[in-house]
């Protein structure tokens, strides 16, 4: 069988099989199971007795279909029983992928009476004559509530919050493992702007932090601007600025790689909704060369009718020549394409016709917008946000420490100082020494990650200068965006 999609851990699977007890009957299995292109990573015996062997084979697929037609190699296959597939990603989630622990032990009476009753009412009553005193004596110290109301989950699109859960329950599981920082999801039965920002509103007091996930755009943009006014915790919409901060993080990397000057270079952007839009503004507030802005209807441009505001924005501030042709004839000549929008909108011939040395940010999960082995033929820097794959760019490696930073700073709001703090930090734990093609990020287990970043936020919510790319140009001159991103 021939798969268009490399095996991954995200389509692992696990066979029992009973087979003959002969010297060759696993060596078979193994074999049969690559001739179907999937990648055994482990084979365990289970048991046994003098005329069979029970055997868990486990291996990664590229997809559903692909994982049923292993199987079924498997069970043409003269003396193999199939006695069960567990498919290994499923078996993660059953139950959930988090739990509520208690800190304090109340082992005895004393305890519970210093936990509970009576002691807890004099802590409330501190709170209640200083309500500041919440972020040191509560939870709220260390809690971010991230809030979904499931409209644009990864790129599975509008699925509603219950479907939703599994996402917010992992990213609060990131939150946890990377930053120490406690998490929970919040997903809301309701897609309306006013009854989302009231309801965050009247839980934020038991959150030091609000981490707002896959909310579709442009609604997305007014919730956090509204958000960002009312409530003294910072609001963070990792769609947007999450994204952005990794990107710029990659770029700074992959233009020392290249050898080639963000004032310099030409972009294009496919996908104009949050994460797009967040990235298109933070690399114009570096002061990047010129942007087009590429989606389902066109490249914005000048004199482009029926915007919405943020759209309006871009078109005013970005594709300095007017473009309005189609994608592929965006990016010929242009330095840098970045994709956060959808699968196999580019060939390996379109990148052929990018400038010399060029970049190529290939985004959407799971598929990228072009094939990744067609790109790297062409592209000098190729990443992609597949965690298979050389380069990826994930926001893992910024919300964990954003959050970390602000908490330990009790910051009232995130601001474009801070993105750009993280972006740098991010960027310099890899090392000059370390950069090539395929490192320009560091890894999403690098423990350094983290600390770095929390120590950029600190500093850039005490007032200290953001780190800035040297070989930036001012930032052009532009009017405020309309929905309060940067």
């Known amino acids: 069988m021939v798969t268009t999609s490399l095996p991954s851990a995200g389509f692992s699977i696990t066979i029992r099989m009973a087979v003959t007890a002969d010297a060759s009957s696993i060596g078979r299995l193994t074999t049969c199971v690559g001739e179907a292109g999937a990648i055994v990573t482990a084979l365990d015996v289970v048991d046994s007795d ?15 279909g692909h994982a049923d037609q292993v199987v079924k190699q498997l069970e043409d296959q003269d003396g193999v029983d199939v006695r069960k597939v567990s498919d290994r990603t499923f078996l993660l989630h059953l139950g959930g992928k988090i739990e509520v622990s208690s800190k304090v032990a109340m082992r005895n009476r004393d305890e519970l009476s210093r936990a509970y009753t009576p002691g807890v009412a004099r802590v409330c009553m501190a709170i209640a004559a200083n309500p500041a005193d919440a972020r040191r004596l509560t939870i709220k110290r260390n809690t971010v509530a991230v809030v979904s109301d499931g409209s644009a989950v990864l790129g599975l699109g509008n699925i509603g919050p219950a479907a939703a859960m599994p996402v917010m329950e992992g990213k609060a599981a990131l939150f946890k493992r990377f930053g120490g920082v406690d998490a929970w999801p919040v997903v809301l039965d309701t897609q309306d702007t006013d009854e989302i920002v009231s309801i ?35 609001v963070f919409h990792d769609d947007q600025h999450g994204t952005a901060i990794c990107v710029l993080a990659a770029l700074t990397n992959a233009l020392r790689v290249v050898g080639k000057s963000l004032a310099d270079v030409k972009v294009v952007v496919s996908g104009a909704g949050a994460a797009g839009t967040a990235i298109m503004k933070l690399l114009l507030r570096q002061g990047v060369g010129d942007i087009i ?54 060939t390996g011939d379109d990148i052929a016709r990018m400038a010399d040395k060029s970049i190529v940010f290939a985004l959407a999960n799971p598929d990228p917008e072009v094939d990744p082995r067609q790109a790297r033929k062409h592209a000098a820097v190729f990443a992609t ?14 919300f964990p420490g954003v959050f970390r930073g602000m908490l330990d700073a ?10 750009l703090a993280a972006a740098r930090a991010i960027a310099d734990v890899v090392g000059e020494d370390k950069l090539n093609p395929t490192v320009i990020i560091p890894s999403v287990f690098d423990s350094r990650v983290t600390p770095a970043v929390a120590a950029a936020i600190r500093a850039a919510v005490k007032g200290a200068p953001p780190p800035t790319n040297p070989s930036a140009a001012p930032a052009p001159e532009m009017r405020d965006a309309p929905d309060g991103t940067f």
């Open 410 to 419: 009790s910051a009232h709001e995130f601001t474009e100082d801070m993105a």
């Open 385 to 398: 946000g597949r965690s298979d794959q050389p380069n990826q760019i994930n926001n893992v490696l910024a």
């Open 200 to 234: 965050v509103k009247a839980i934020a007091p038991a959150y030091g932090g609000i981490n707002l996930e896959d909310i579709a755009a442009p609604r997305c943009f007014e919730i956090e601007m509204r958000l960002r006014e009312m409530l003294d915790i910072p």
């Open 293 to 346: 802005a590429y989606d389902r209807d066109g490249a914005l441009h000048r004199g482009m009718p029926d915007l919405n505001p943020t759209w309006q924005w871009l078109a005013e501030n970005t594709n300095r020549d007017d473009y309005q042709g189609d994608l592929p004839g965006a990016i010929v000549g242009a330095d840098v394409f970045i994709g956060v929008s959808a699968p196999n909108l580019l």
């Open 50 to 64: 003098p005329g069979r062997v029970l055997v868990d084979l486990t291996c990664d697929t590229a997809d559903a």
